[in-house]
Nanobody
Framework: VQLQASGGGLVQPGDSLTLSCAAS????????IGWFRQAPGKEREFISA????????YTADSLKGRVTISRDTAKNTVYLQMSNLKPEDTAVYYC???????????????WGPGTLVTVSS
């Protein structure tokens, strides 16, 4: 399974943005998909994850209310909607596949290259 994150770019503070994670080379069937981000000089941080069925989600407490994760199984794509973006949201955003939306980072079995989000005025 190959994962490809897209949708990053330069946005202004307060803007909203939707990132996509598309699976190819097979399907992500049975896998939860999670989003992480890594800011310059910082460790990778968990954002949100969604189960294969889309019925189970888990979001970091610090980001609840500003992010929404969703999944289109027919398109093998997971979306991460982010609102009220702040400069501190600037990071490379990655998606990965894991057995469960509650999986720890080390349990993720597939990763895609990241997409850069820059929040700046």
């Amino acid at each position: 399974v190959q994962l490809q994150a897209s949708g990053g770019g330069l946005v202004q503070p307060g803007d909203s943005l939707t990132l996509s994670c598309a699976a190819s080379g097979g399907t992500a069937s049975g896998y939860a998909i999670g989003w992480f981000r890594q800011a310059p000089g910082k460790e990778r941080e968990f954002i949100s994850a969604i189960s294969w069925s889309g019925t189970g989600t888990y979001t970091a407490d610090s980001l609840k209310g500003r992010v929404t994760i969703s999944r289109d199984t027919a398109k093998n794509t997971v979306y991460l909607q982010m609102s009220n973006l702040k400069p501190e949201d600037t990071a490379v955003y990655y998606c990965g596949a894991a057995p469960s939306p509650l999986a720890a980072e080390k349990q993720y079995v597939y990763w895609g290259p990241g997409t850069l989000v820059t929040v700046s005025s």
